[in-house]
């Protein structure tokens, strides 16, 4: 009989009833520590005091109205935004996922609207994750996530990560944009390293072509800066958000340049949940609390604790561990033992990761992460590996 959850997940036999800055409980009492904040989505840990002030006093106010109206929370979070980054506009989703199809419609309707209909391609790389909707599979357009789901949304050229190349032979008249993750997640915590990141936007320039930054596991504050790509000194047409950006809440987003949106006029796009008060206010404090030096400072401080103790585990458990990658608070652990039963030996030793592509254990933790707690964690994890290694 099919369960009355459609079983699309394998998960862990772990029932969490409670969370605490960095804590996860579990029905029985267990205390875990949490380096996978809900896939980088806890950026504050979970029930973060401020959070949930925010949170109370705006769902004793005022939920949900849709767009019909002008909404001052999704005012504030948009300027908060635009204040912070490259983007002139902001259009707010519900997931990552939303914020892909946005992406895309965008980048399409520009040429279109320029008179270059023609223009509908769009570049993607091996090992990219852009979420589960139809256009996000066809970004992929891994077997494993088309397989079965019928006709694939043409217009999505897939070429192999680092390969400059075969980038630019695949550049054409028909070439919208280029899609990419500043740092892959799901594929395995792979950097595009800073000269890549120059490289892509060169060619951007040069070819006319949109780039499109996926920034939804990588971005607000992960990696040390409030969005990755700052880290190259360069910027997107068009940026998508999502995950640490409600620090809990469904909230994404899609950046923009004023040039890149400009075919988005009304009635071009929309959705009835997003950019809700609720949302927006969550949102908004995220933002403020994240979005400023000293707190990305800290992040910086505290992502150079953990790389440090890493490369300690790794070089005490070498049978299990290959390396350690990433950037900030966005770290792998390349495994030599299975991924998976790294990660269940971690559920042992009750501290949470995240397995990925490439045989990848994922650190996400919660930003304002302890140094106190990453020692703890670190300890839990080679108590893990030494479990894994016997
Ligand atoms: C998680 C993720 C998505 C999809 O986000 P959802 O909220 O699950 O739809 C898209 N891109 C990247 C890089 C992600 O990590």
């Not at 029932?15 to 605490?20: I, M, P, R």
């Not at 519900?94 to 509908?120: F, I, Q």
């Not at 994750?129 to 494993?144: D, E, L, V, Y």
Request: aromatic share 6%.
């Amino acid at each position: 009989m099919i369960p009355s959850v459609l079983p699309t997940y394998n998960r862990a036999p772990l029932h969490f009833v409670k969370g605490e800055g960095c804590w996860l409980i579990e029905e029985d009492g267990r205390r875990f520590l949490d380096l996978g904040s809900g896939i980088a989505v806890n950026a504050l840990g979970h029930a973060a005091p401020e959070l949930v002030q925010v949170l109370t006093e705006q769902a004793q106010k005022l939920w949900h109205v849709s767009n019909l109206y002008e909404i001052p929370g999704q005012q504030a979070l948009a300027d908060a935004l635009v204040d912070r980054t490259f983007a002139d506009t902001v259009f707010f989703t519900n997931s990552g996922t939303e914020a892909c199809e946005l992406a895309v419609k965008m980048a399409r309707k520009y040429w279109h609207d320029k008179g270059k209909p023609e223009k509908v391609e769009i570049l993607t790389f091996e090992g990219c994750f852009h979420g589960r909707s139809s256009a996000a599979i066809a970004a992929s357009g891994a077997p494993k996530m088309v397989a079965g789901f019928g006709p694939v949304l043409p217009g999505f050229v897939h070429l192999p990560w680092e390969d400059h190349e075969a980038l630019t032979a695949a550049v054409t008249d028909r070439t919208a944009a280029i899609l990419i993750e500043p740092i892959q997640g799901e594929g395995g915590i792979r950097v595009l390293p800073d000269e890549s990141l120059k490289n892509l936007r060169a060619l951007c320039d040069e070819k006319g072509v949109l780039l499109i930054l996926d920034e939804v596991q990588c971005g607000v504050g992960r990696t040390g800066k409030l969005f990755a790509h700052e880290w190259a000194g360069v910027t997107p047409d068009i940026m998508m958000s999502a995950k640490g950006i409600g620090g809990g809440f469904p909230l994404g987003a899609v950046l923009a340049t004023e040039e890149a949106a400009s075919g988005m006029v009304a009635g071009t796009h929309g959705s009835t949940y997003g950019g809700n008060p609720l949302g927006c206010a969550l949102g908004l404090a995220v933002i403020e609390r994240i979005g400023n030096d000293e707190f990305l400072d800290a992040v910086r401080q505290r992502a150079g604790f953990l790389r440090q103790k890493l490369e300690g585990l790794v070089a005490a458990h070498p049978e299990v561990f290959e390396g350690v990658r990433g950037t900030g608070l966005m770290l792998g652990l390349k495994c030599r033992a299975n991924v998976a039963e790294v990660v269940k030996a971690g559920y042992a030793a009750e501290v949470i990761t995240v397995p990925a592509a490439d045989n990848v254990l994922r650190l996400l933790p919660p930003l304002n992460i302890t140094e106190d707690e990453i020692a703890e964690a670190v300890a839990r994890l080679d108590r893990a590996a030494a479990s894994v290694a016997t």
